[in-house]
């Protein structure tokens, strides 16, 4: 369902009494706070005049969700924080510590796909080191640890994102060929396909195996047994 065709009240809306929380996704209630401060006006946007002679600042307000207890904050009717972003959110079973710098990929990227790289990378190192705890190594070695559970095109598409993380930030270096069309202004598909690559693994090194474990354990212990026979032989 597109914006258009959303009922307005899960749209995030200043104001709104409830809706899709930005930072959660659940349709929930929300919260209102006004938020005030002396300060000196933005120069990019004048002091308006109001009625009454007195100047009118830009209103900044803060939205609390009952859900998840995350604000959101709001400058006039545009929702500043988080930024909105095309890429999907996190996966629901990413570890939270992975999925915090994710989350911080997503809300920079149409701002710097820089920032957006480095955090994607460090968002990856969390996730893996969250799945192989033991694993001492480098990323690029923890990479090709997990490779052999993951699919090919999800394993490369992680190598690519470590090296376009590292790589984006060295601003002295001349850009490799991937790299430049990571950083280029025009819309490729790359950005969605890296961001992908995160859920992906999310699903299928935490989520699928978890599944596949509860699904295993309520099989009856004599067809386990059986199962685990026959694997011990092979």
């Not at 300060?39 to 859900?67: F, H, L, Q």
């Not at 002295?172 to 790359?190: H, K, Q, T």
Request: proline share 9%; net charge negative; charged share 25%.
């Amino acid at each position: 369902m597109t914006d258009q065709q959303a009922p307005s009240s899960v749209i995030p809306r200043r104001g709104a009494p409830s809706f899709v929380c930005p930072r959660c996704h659940a349709h929930t209630g929300q919260a209102w706070t006004e938020l005030t401060a002396r300060s000196t006006p933005a120069i990019d946007e004048p002091p308006r005049a109001t009625a009454n002679g007195r100047v009118e600042r830009p209103t900044w307000a803060m939205s609390k969700c009952y859900s998840c207890k995350k604000s959101s904050v709001w400058r006039g009717d545009l929702l500043i924080w988080p930024a909105p972003s095309v890429l999907p959110p996190a996966h629901p079973q990413m570890p939270p510590e992975a999925g915090e710098l994710y989350d911080e990929a997503r809300a920079v990227v149409a701002i710097s796909r820089r920032a957006a790289a480095a955090l994607a990378r460090a968002a990856l190192e969390r996730l893996l080191r969250s799945v192989r705890p033991d694993f001492r190594g480098r990323l690029d070695d923890l990479i090709a640890h997990v490779t052999p559970d993951l699919s090919t095109s999800t394993a490369r598409l992680l190598s690519a994102l470590r090296h376009v993380g590292n790589k984006s930030l060295h601003v002295d270096d001349e850009p490799d060929d991937f790299v430049a069309l990571y950083l280029g202004e025009i819309d490729n598909g790359i950005i969605e396909l890296l961001f992908a690559a995160l859920n992906d693994v999310t699903e299928e090194l935490v989520a699928k195996p978890a599944q596949a474990d509860l699904f295993y354990s309520m099989l009856p212990e004599g067809v386990r047994g059986t199962i685990e026979r026959k694997a011990d032989q092979s």
